[in-house]
């Protein structure tokens, strides 16, 4: 099955400067990559995806990269804010017709703390 | 509604007893999905549905777990016998029909047992 790294586990970065998360995946047929941020006491909320036939997406300060021959898939976020603290799980599955159903297999978790 | 609403928030049971969790999908997904997260934020995949019907169950600890998504119902996961390791968050996430849809997250349920 598939089975999916993150790193780091966590995080510190000024207000202000960027901050950078790093996943890996091992199977291949994997092509829908999210990435969720979930707050204290809430559940994941959906920040940004991309699809396998896409490189790099970017939605305001939000970035998401991907490599599918390294299996790569990383999350960028640029001029931090303090409200951007929290946990960020990436995660992966067979997105597409045939796998509408198919279960999120997600990193451990990166605790990122912005300080001021 | 326009949320996945679970209850209820927290659950307290004593090792052996009953456990039953409950889950009401956003209205016109067709998906829901279990996922227990542990400790250490570690999220394990239960059970999905295609609507009254169990799509995929790996993960399910199958002695003690069950689930359920009835028509006009919310969908519920029970426990039976619970054991000390059972104390976790449980989520349900709902998603529509179609390709590389999104799935939104309900706001958990915390379990845990005594």
């Known amino acids: 099955g598939e089975n999916v790294e993150q790193h780091p586990s966590t995080l510190s970065v000024q207000e202000g400067d960027s901050a950078v998360i790093k996943c890996t995946y091992s199977?291949?047929?994997?092509?829908?990559f999210p990435w969720y941020k979930q707050e204290l006491g809430k559940g994941p909320q959906l920040i940004i995806d991309?699809?396998?036939?896409?490189g790099e997406k970017k939605d305001q300060r939000i970035a998401v990269t991907l490599n599918k021959t390294a299996k790569h898939f990383s999350l960028h976020i640029t001029e931090t804010q303090p409200e951007d603290s929290a946990v960020y799980f990436c995660?992966?599955?067979?997105?597409?017709?045939?796998?509408?159903?198919?279960?999120?297999?997600f990193g451990t978790g990166t605790r990122l703390q912005v300080t001021l | 509604g326009e949320e996945v609403a679970q209850t209820p928030k927290h659950l307290v049971r004593g090792e052996g007893q009953k456990a039953k969790l409950y889950c009401a999908p956003i209205?016109?997904?067709?998906?829901v999905f279990w996922y227990q997260q542990v400790l250490k934020n570690e999220f394990k995949f239960l059970i999905s549905?295609?609507?009254?019907?169990?799509?995929?169950e790996t993960g399910m600890p199958k002695e003690r777990f069950s689930a359920k998504c009835l028509p006009n119902s919310p969908c519920s996961l029970e426990i039976q016998a619970t054991k000390l390791e059972d104390s976790a968050v449980y989520f349900c996430?709902?998603?529509?029909?179609?390709?590389?849809?999104?799935?939104?997250f309900g706001q958990g349920t915390r379990l845990t047992v005594v």
């Open positions: 996430a709902s998603k529509q029909r179609g390709e590389y849809t999104e799935a939104f």
């Open positions: 199977d291949s047929a994997s092509n829908y």
């Open positions: 991309i699809r396998s036939n896409v």
């Open positions: 995660a992966a599955s067979k997105g597409g017709r045939t796998g509408t159903a198919s279960k999120l297999t």
């Open positions: 209205k016109g997904h067709s998906y």
């Open positions: 549905f295609q609507n009254e019907n169990v799509f995929d």
